[in-house]
């Protein structure tokens, strides 16, 4: 069974070339991608019911790298084969809703190519055994979510998006490669077994693991690398899906939940990861609740409940492992896929994805309303849904480590993810109820005016271009959505429901406690009811009580955007005055060496050029004086 392992690598792989190969023809370039993820789920599938327990399957065969051993090995357990199943379904859903998403973009072809191949990545993440392996699959995700979110590229928005996506995670990858290489250095080995073997803690292993971490927080969206996720919403809803659900961000979950034992071991990598944790979850959960795009207000979701699986790890006792991390990983695979799928069914409908845009307008929609819903309550930690299981495993792994002193770290996570169940409670009531809310088609908040396209209303941020591009599609309100699509967002909203099953068969990956499962409900239930008397029962936008000022800056991020740029501005000085340094002055030296040399030189050249020249004068004048002698002695 272990060709299972190499073959869920190397089809959507594959898949990806001979989707590059077929992209102009677009019954063709359907067929291999969607059809390529139904093969790696059906993989996916059998490798976790029956899983061959390995960590040295064979892949490409070793590297000669001179004293380190790089065996370039996968794995095979319970966990990697649940985690594969889980993206490859996901990315099976995309797929199916993507043919119809983007019928009328005749980039269709590069743009299920790339998804192909960005899961090919992440799964290349999950089934390796070996850091150098771990780090290509990083790599290759990294380079597909710059094309997929700048897949429009005749748009400023979008290509702007994609830059800064690439350019914040590639400085965090410079993290990445050195604490892998650290790592590595420690054990002799990027063989993940040897590098976890080794005995003791040191400051090697402090820094690969802070390196690691840092290449984490890019991809992951940490602060403060989190502003690049948001503007990812540029790209389309299916990349936008991907990116946040089961690929990419979730990423640096695994592979720190692979090396769980290390952190285990290292009071300040730990903390480090504790404290980003705790500082995302709060933060990014208090933006969401001011958005007025839904696709943003995701996103900003999507930071804080990454950071919630983060913080699991970085307050689990070394007991409980970190299984209860990567448990909510798979619930937020299937909830956040069907919310941004469903956010984008509701958008091709209406128009656009500006929550004054979709304002009452998931009304008398069936499938799509009650998949909202239950996508919007699991998020939220309703009970029965995933979502609840999952978060909750995790406050009370949180709160095993308070118990059991596992240090600072515990205790910032836990009072965070009390703070984050409630603004998660809060911000998915808000949703709700203004999608499902009153609808009145003559008031200006479901009404997008040419002002509106191009310029700013009241407190909110400009219009982003995804909004005006959506709304100006020709197919907007035309077609009608096809079974397979629908199917794909209904059929993540079963697994939502049923989801907690697949968890079941993981041991540690649920455990509740009833203190904090009461606590939390009884949070949700207050921010529920906070938000529904703010609102005057859905009549009002909760987010226009806040200050104008807060309003606007939580919109753009409170200046992160502005920070990173200055930050390149900075970085951009620097290196030209490293250049000038460089030129003017370091080489100055070597310069005027030369300069005097060849003045020496010149000088020298003209002195020997001098002596032949009297010499000559003195042999004429000699010549002339002996015939002179000659000619008076002959006389």
């Not at 065969?61 to 889980?86: A, E, I």
């Not at 128009?351 to 998931?362: E, K, V």
């Not at 909750?392 to 596992?406: F, H, N, R, S, Y």
């Not at 998660?424 to 109820?433: D, H, K, M, Q």
């Amino acid at each position: 069974m272990t060709w299972v392992v190499r073959l869920i690598v190397l089809v959507p792989a594959v898949a990806g070339l001979l989707g590059l190969l077929a992209r102009r023809q677009r019954v063709v370039a359907s067929g291999i991608a969607v059809g390529a993820a139904a093969v790696v789920t059906v993989l996916g599938l059998l490798q976790w019911i029956a899983p061959v327990r390995a960590t040295d399957i064979d892949s490409l065969g070793g590297l000669p790298l001179l004293d380190l051993s790089v065996p370039l090995h996968l794995l095979s357990d319970r966990l990697s084969g649940l985690v594969s199943f889980v993206v490859a379904l996901v990315v099976l859903a995309i797929q199916v809703f993507t043919v119809w998403y983007l019928r009328d973009d005749k980039r269709y072809g590069q743009f299920a190519a790339t998804v192909s191949l960005f899961a090919g990545g992440m799964l290349l993440v999950v089934q390796s055994a070996d850091l150098a392996l771990t780090l290509v699959g990083w790599e290759i995700m990294g380079w597909c979510s710059w094309l997929l979110i700048g897949h429009d590229t005749e748009r400023y928005a979008a290509r702007r998006a994609a830059y800064k996506a690439f350019i914040v995670t590639r400085v965090a990858d410079v993290g990445m490669v050195v604490g892998l290489v650290a790592l590595a250095v420690r054990a002799r080995s990027t063989d993940l077994l040897d590098v976890l073997t080794v005995p003791g803690s040191d400051g090697l292993l402090t820094v690969g693991l802070v390196g690691v971490l840092i290449g984490v927080a890019g991809k992951s969206g940490l602060f403060p690398f989190h502003d690049w996720l948001p503007d990812a919403m540029e790209g389309p809803t299916p990349a936008s899906a991907l990116i946040h659900a089961a690929t990419m961000v979730a990423a640096g979950t695994y592979v720190i939940a692979r090396l769980f034992s290390l952190y285990a071991v290292d009071d300040g990598a730990r903390l480090l990861l504790a404290v980003l944790a705790a500082i995302t979850m709060v933060y990014a959960a208090g933006l969401a609740l001011a958005q007025s795009d839904v696709k943003r207000l995701l996103a900003y979701s999507t930071l804080s409940q990454v950071a919630i699986m983060l913080g699991a790890l970085a307050a689990a006792p070394a007991g409980v492992g970190p299984v209860p991390g990567v448990s909510h990983l798979i619930g937020h695979a299937f909830f956040k896929a069907l919310l941004f799928l469903a956010a984008g069914w509701l958008g091709v409908l209406v128009g656009g994805t500006a929550l004054a845009r979709m304002r009452g307008r998931l009304r008398l929609r069936g499938a799509l309303r009650w998949s909202m819903a239950i996508g919007l309550a699991a998020l939220a930690g309703v009970p029965p849904l995933i979502g609840f299981f999952t978060k909750e495993t995790v406050i009370d792994t949180a709160l095993e480590g308070v118990a059991q002193d596992v240090g600072l770290g515990a205790w910032l996570v836990l009072v965070a993810l009390l703070v984050t169940v409630f603004l998660t409670a809060a911000y998915c009531t808000r949703a709700w109820l203004l999608l499902d809310g009153p609808f009145d088609p003559s008031g200006k908040a479901a009404t997008l005016t040419p002002a509106r396209l191009t310029g700013t209303v009241s407190d909110a941020r400009p219009v982003s271009d995804h909004e005006v591009s959506e709304a100006h599609e020709g197919h907007v309100g035309q077609a009608p959505i096809t079974l397979p699509a629908a199917l794909a967002v209904t059929g993540l909203a079963v697994l939502t429901v049923i989801g907690t099953l697949f968890l079941a068969t993981v041991n540690g990956a649920l455990h509740l406690g009833w203190i904090t499962a009461v606590l939390s409900i009884l949070l949700i239930a207050g921010a529920v009811f906070e938000v529904w008397v703010l609102s005057r029962g859905g009549h009002d936008d909760v987010a226009d009580r806040l200050p104008a000022g807060v309003r606007a800056g939580a919109e753009r991020g409170f200046g992160a955007d502005t920070a990173y740029a200055r930050v390149g501005m900075a970085v951009t000085a620097l290196a030209r005055l490293v250049v000038f340094l460089d030129h003017d002055v370091v080489d100055a030296y070597p310069r005027a060496t030369v300069v005097a040399t060849r003045g020496l030189g010149r000088l020298g050249e003209r002195t020997h050029r001098a002596i032949p020249s009297l010499a000559i004068v003195g042999l004429v004048v000699g010549a002339g004086m002996v015939v002179a002698v000659g000619v008076a002695a002959w006389l």
